[in-house]
C-alpha cells in the first residue's frame, strides 16, 4: 500500500532527477516549482489543460492528507491565475480562472 511518505519519496526522486538535467534550483521550494511549471508546459505540448491538471494534482492532495487510502472523499479547489510584469503598478491581468460556481456542479 502506497502512503503519503511514499508518495513524498517519489515526488523527491523526481525533483531531484530534474535538478540533474541542470533545471530547477539547489533550493527545494524553487525546484518544486520550476517542475511544476515545466510539467505545465508539457501539458500544453500534449494538448492538456495544465490548470485542469494542477486542479486534479491539488484535489488528490487534499484527499490523501485526510484519507490515505483516498476513497471516502472528493476535494474541490478553486483558484485565479493572474500575472503583471515586474516593477508594475498596473492591475493584475487575469490569465486563467476556475469555473464559475454556477458551472462546478
Do not use: W
Not at 500534449?46 to 472528493?74: M, R, S, T
Amino acid at each position: 500500500m502506497i502512503d503519503n511518505i511514499d508518495r513524498a519519496a517519489s515526488a523527491l526522486t523526481a525533483v531531484e532527477a530534474f535538478r540533474e538535467t541542470g533545471h530547477g534550483s539547489p533550493d527545494i521550494a524553487e525546484a518544486v516549482g520550476y517542475l511544476i511549471g515545466s510539467l505545465m508546459h508539457l501539458c500544453v505540448q500534449k494538448g492538456l489543460d495544465p490548470f485542469k491538471i494542477v486542479e486534479q494534482g491539488a484535489c488528490h492532495f487534499i484527499v490523501e492528507v485526510i484519507d490515505p487510502d483516498g476513497i471516502n472523499y472528493e476535494a474541490r479547489f478553486h483558484y485565479t491565475a493572474s500575472a503583471r510584469r515586474y516593477g508594475s503598478r498596473d492591475r493584475f491581468r487575469v490569465f486563467y480562472q476556475n469555473p464559475s460556481k454556477a458551472e462546478v456542479s
